[in-house]
């Protein structure tokens, strides 16, 4: 799943997208407020990290701008900014979560887990779909309670139709999550990938809409 993190301290930003890479994102950095706002306004991500002291353009005014334009991704905002009222105004800018520097980065990797599931209407820190259960926690797939071993890619590619069960994502859309935006986006690859993901979890969990894309079924076979 494809993550933005927006922050100017190139070795925050470079802690930041490790840690979020270890719990299975695909992390991309902004250093400025500039090229956050524009890169979350055309681009599609599950998550955004946005620190407010950017340069070029203050992070909440890029904040304000993506809202006021009807983007919805979830944001945990960084800042070292401490004072309940900075943390109102994030809020009350669209930010869904706070966390004020210094930080925990296990406890920046658990908001974020708990952003992208709740904005995709999971309230359970485990999806289960039918006997197969994805734990993002663990970023473990069991089913029947016998561990699946899926390669990275395997796990990501079943974690995102997970979180978006019952939506039909289309294939451009799965390349950008699984490998970013810069990738080069090869349809072949993917159901190649999409067909051993299938021999180890079952054929009937991932369906196939022909000219649509892949989709899980709110009740999988």
């Known amino acids: 799943m494809r993550a933005l993190c927006v922050e100017d301290d190139a070795k925050i930003a470079a802690d930041i997208a490790a840690a979020l890479e270890a719990a299975g994102f695909v992390v991309e950095i902004a250093r400025d407020g500039e090229d956050a706002w524009f890169r979350g306004d055309t681009e599609d991500f599950v998550l955004v990290v946005l620190d407010l002291g950017l340069p070029k353009l203050d992070g909440l005014a890029v904040l304000k701008r993506w809202r006021a334009n009807g983007r919805e991704m979830p944001v945990l905002v960084l800042t070292a900014r401490g004072s309940w009222i900075e943390r109102v105004e994030g809020i009350d800018a669209g930010a869904d979560d706070y966390l004020p520097k210094p930080f925990f980065m296990a406890e920046l990797v658990a908001r974020a887990r708990a952003l992208v599931r709740r904005s995709a209407g999971h309230a359970a820190p485990e999806l289960a779909l039918g006997d197969i259960v994805v734990d993002p926690r663990r970023m473990s797939v069991t089913r029947g309670g016998a561990s699946l071993s ?62 649509f894309g892949y989709c899980i079924p709110d009740t999988p076979a």
């Open 150 to 211: 899926l390669s990275p890619l395997e796990y990501r590619l079943l974690s995102y139709l997970a979180h978006h069960r019952g939506r039909v994502v289309a294939a451009h859309e799965l390349m950008e999550h699984l490998h970013g935006g810069d990738d080069a986006r090869d349809q072949n690859a993917l159901e190649a990938l999409v067909a051993r993901l299938r021999r180890k979890i079952g054929a009937g969990v991932i369906e196939t809409r022909r000219g």
